[in-house]
């Protein structure tokens, strides 16, 4: 195993030497699928690695839609995107305009939140995670529907979000839940 940093270096430089390679254009998200579809009132963007000044820079020069346009720009948190609003939790999906609604979830997940951690009852946009402690000592034994051990915290809460399996939920419910960092904790 290497590093994510050492992954998406090597990555770069498979880039440059072929652009056109599979490899660049596969999705590596783990796919997350729930009761159907929900369209985002706004798209829920994701912004491509960056490590640099000058790269972050890069990036809002070709994204920028007006010239004064503000972003928001905050540290990646590797869960799942999601936001819950009006009752309804759904993932970012794959263009950030649909996600998948996983309300069905919202028993196991807490929110964080500016002055508040509890349970998931008002708008917030954020990434579901499960903290790596955690994964540790309550997730790193959980089998998935292959019937093998997730590997790291961001394949498990992607099997939580995608499981239909009422056990499981019920176990989560009991034990431990899941987070909704919202962006605005930052």
Do not use: C
Request: charged fraction near 30%; glycine fraction near 8%.
């Amino acid at each position: 195993e290497i590093s994510d940093v050492e992954y998406d270096e090597l990555l770069r430089q498979l880039a440059e030497i072929d652009p056109g390679h599979e490899l660049l254009h596969e999705d590596h998200a783990p796919a997350v699928t729930g009761s159907g579809k929900v369209k985002h009132k706004e798209p829920l963007l994701s912004m491509d690695k960056v490590y640099t000044l000058p790269e972050l820079l890069k990036w809002v020069d070709k994204t920028a839609r007006t010239p004064g346009e503000v972003f928001l720009v905050e540290p990646k948190y590797d869960g799942i995107s999601a936001i819950y609003d009006n009752g309804v939790l759904a993932t970012r999906g794959t263009d950030g305009s649909e996600g998948e609604n996983i309300s069905d979830k919202i028993p196991v997940i807490e929110l964080e939140a500016p002055d508040y951690t509890g349970r998931l009852d008002r708008p917030a946009r954020g990434e579901i995670l499960i903290r790596k402690d955690d994964f540790q000592t309550y997730f790193s034994q959980l089998v998935s529907k292959s019937g093998k051990s997730y590997k790291n915290p961001r394949n498990t809460v992607a099997g939580i979000l995608g499981g239909k399996n009422a056990d499981f939920l019920e176990l989560l419910k009991d034990r431990i839940k899941i987070s909704l960092i919202d962006y605005n904790l930052i």
